[in-house]
């Protein structure tokens, strides 16, 4: 009984930090950014708002087709994967959002991407 009592308590506070740190929304592209992927990302920003991730989530992937290289789309996709329990994938867009974060510090800064990453 105990092991099963620590075992539970343990597996909650791994649980605990990407709870916790879910709730970051999505980021807007910086000034000049393509305009496909602009319009795409605002879109996938709204459909988050509204709880429709997997719509959001088409959005975004858009966007990032529009330009790979934009911090924020990779950031938007992750915290989208993350918000749907995909935390393998959103890894891998954390990471590529820390790579083409071109110095935003809502990127670097980002206690979910930090916590993802093991920052």
Do not use: C
Not at 29 to 46: F, R, S, T, V
């Amino acid at each position: 009984m105990k092991r099963v009592l620590v075992a539970l308590i343990a597996f909650a506070m791994l649980s605990l930090p990407l709870a916790v740190f879910a709730d970051e929304g999505p980021l807007a592209l910086p000034a000049g950014a393509n305009a496909d992927a602009n319009k795409h990302n605002e879109e996938g920003i709204a459909h988050y708002g509204q709880g429709h991730y997997d719509v959001a989530l088409k959005h975004f992937e858009a966007a990032s087709k529009a330009d790979p290289k934009l911090g924020e789309v990779h950031f938007n996709e992750a915290i989208t994967l993350d918000k749907m329990g995909k935390h393998g994938d959103a890894t891998m867009h954390f990471k590529g959002a820390q790579k083409n974060a071109g110095g935003n510090k809502a990127i670097l800064d980002s206690a979910i991407l930090n916590s993802y990453l093991g920052k």
